[in-house]
């Protein structure tokens, strides 16, 4: 190769990288991490239906970008849910990061005269072994 494509290829490599990598962080910011996105969306409807939640029982479900550090143990997205029997109560389940096992969060979110708040009380859907997602998050 002579010097001239040598450096055409250099630079085109440069301009790329000083384009994508902005852009990708933007990206990133505003929706979340594609790969953390992916598996919760793999894992965890997998798991509910495991636990014999189908759609009939759910109103709604998908994956959320908490804007808050949590749990180092997990992975940073959460998979929300709310259950038709319970449509004021959201729970929030998470994926470790060693063996991708889900667990869900004790924290749940409830709707309570138009203000939502955030209590770990024993309710409906509450599993016996979750996780705090606020602990282990130095």
Do not use: W
């Not at 055409?8 to 929706?31: D, E, M, Q």
């Not at 919760?40 to 959320?64: F, R």
Request: aromatic share 14%.
């Amino acid at each position: 190769m002579n010097k001239k494509k040598i450096l055409i290829i250099t630079s085109t490599l440069i301009a790329v990288i000083v384009f994508a990598l902005p852009i990708g962080f933007i990206y990133v910011l505003n929706n979340g991490n594609p790969y953390t996105k992916y598996i919760a969306n793999k894992y965890v409807p997998k798991y509910l239906e495991a636990k014999g939640y189908t759609d009939e029982k759910i109103e709604e479900s998908h994956y959320v970008e908490p804007k808050h550090l949590i749990n180092k143990d997990f992975y940073h997205g959460h998979y929300m849910v709310i259950f038709k029997d319970e449509p004021n109560t959201t729970y929030y389940y998470g994926i470790t990061k060693k063996g991708k096992q889900v667990q869900q969060f004790c924290e749940k979110n409830r709707l309570s005269n138009g203000i939502t708040e955030i209590f770990e009380g024993e309710t409906k859907h509450s599993e016996h072994d979750c996780k705090n997602s606020l602990d282990n998050r130095d």
